[in-house]
């Protein structure tokens, strides 16, 4: 049964929390790729950008809804949430709109539960992490390649 190690993408490209948005939209067109890991100063992955986390920045802001109760306005809507996209839209580095604290796999995971991971929780990009050190990540063109192998 192959392993995560076998069809990982070793020494893959990061970027930092304070790393501007613009300069990660550029390196995910440029590099072809869909997402890469976000590492802090000691090297650990503490977020995941991805091309759909970008993307998801451009979207509309949900307008709160209210009702009155007693001369008081209700939210319908969490103020929470609400503040949280406003940050995204407004975002101009890494920290403001990746994905924190990612799911990540170790080189022994199994490919079966890779592939059951990103169709199951639509990833497109699983770091690979052993002993809390980024090793690798595994992305869906990995997953095709090793199909196109296996297939010939």
């Not at 809804?65 to 939210?75: A, E, K, M, Q, Y």
């Amino acid at each position: 049964m192959l392993k995560a190690k076998e069809i990982m993408t070793k020494e893959p490209i990061t970027v930092g929390p304070d790393t501007e948005i613009t300069h990660v939209t550029k390196l995910l067109l440029e590099k072809h790729i869909n997402g890469v890991p976000v590492v802090g100063p000691a090297g650990e992955v503490v977020g995941i950008i991805c091309q759909s986390d970008l993307i998801a920045q451009q979207k509309k802001l949900p307008i709160p809804s209210f009702f009155t109760f007693l001369n008081g306005f209700i939210p319908l809507t969490s103020i929470k949430h609400l503040e949280k996209e406003i940050q995204r839209a407004a975002a101009t580095t890494v920290a403001d709109i990746m994905t924190p604290n990612p799911l990540t796999v170790s080189s022994e995971t199994d490919i079966e539960t890779v592939a059951t991971l990103m169709v199951e929780r639509n990833f497109h990009t699983l770091p690979v992490v052993d002993n809390g050190e980024l090793v690798g990540i595994v992305g869906k063109e990995d997953m095709l390649k090793t199909l196109m192998k296996l297939e010939a």
